[in-house]
């Protein structure tokens, strides 16, 4: 299969390593200093475009892959309050698109065992939710589209929670009744640390799902790309893992 990639940064240098190794060929790469080459003749030398750029551009990207009849993946956070218009431009034009908040495998077990606990704690009401987030200093987006995603899974699980309430990390703020607090560190060049806390008067529940490299990221990345492939519709890393 050949791969485009759009973005490459540190990510997408790792996930061209993986996609290498699995017996793929990077047929393009797009960077901010040859925008120019992002052109559907150049594109549709590919099967598939793995999109790992910015909040601001990759709303952009993802229309013109689909524009340019390419099935495309896209890793980029904190463009999701356009995500429903992409999609919807997406079926208009019988495209192909993936978007994850986290590719990692693991990540999305620990999205469907978070979702699990919640319906649990659900019936218990005794406990108190909150989510900590840990990412390296050039995360943008906090939350990060990782701990948002959590928060979803906890929204529909658990009728007592239905709004985020993002705090960063030394800031002293109010949690009002319905409000999932969500505390964002941004420390050095960590992966990335998850944790979500149940909390009672009596114990506490807490899972974590802690990130040693971007490996796990970058495989997912290309997982995706190879179920995409051929295919025709909206998928998510649930498709591709079988959740």
């Known amino acids: 299969m050949k791969i485009a990639l759009i973005g490459h940064g540190k990510l997408s240098k790792i996930v061209e390593q993986v996609a290498l190794q699995r017996g793929h060929e990077i047929g393009l790469i797009i960077n901010s200093k040859n925008l120019h080459e992002f052109t559907q003749e150049n594109i549709s030398k590919c099967d598939v475009a793995i999109e790992l750029t910015t909040p601001e551009n990759a709303f ?5 892959c689909i524009d340019y009849k390419i099935p495309v993946v896209s890793g980029t956070t904190g463009w999701y309050a356009h995500l429903a218009d992409a999609e919807k431009y997406c079926k208009e034009q019988n495209g192909s698109m ?30 108190h939710i909150s989510i900590d987030e840990t990412h390296h200093i050039h995360k943008k987006d906090h939350p990060s589209g990782t701990a948002s995603t959590l928060a979803s899974g906890i929204f529909k699980n658990h009728k007592d929670y239905h709004t985020i309430k993002a705090i960063l990390e ?32 009596i114990d506490s529940i807490q899972i974590t799902h802690t990130a040693h490299n971007r490996n796990g990221f970058a495989l997912g990345a290309v997982l995706a790309a190879e179920y995409i492939y051929n295919k025709q519709g909206i998928f998510s890393m649930g498709d591709v893992l079988g959740l």
């Not at 952009?60 to 013109?64: A, I, R």
């Not at 800031?171 to 009672?200: A, C, F, M, W």
């Open 98 to 127: 993936l978007t994850a908040t986290n590719f990692s495998p693991g990540v999305n077990i620990f999205f469907k065992i978070n979702e699990q606990l919640a319906s649990y704690i659900n019936k218990l009401k005794d406990y």
């Open 60 to 64: 952009d990207n993802m229309l013109k």
């Open 170 to 201: 030394n800031e002293s703020v109010e949690i009002n009744s319905g409000e999932l607090s969500i505390l964002s560190r941004r420390d050095s060049e960590v992966p990335g640390t998850h944790q979500v806390n149940y909390d009672s008067e």
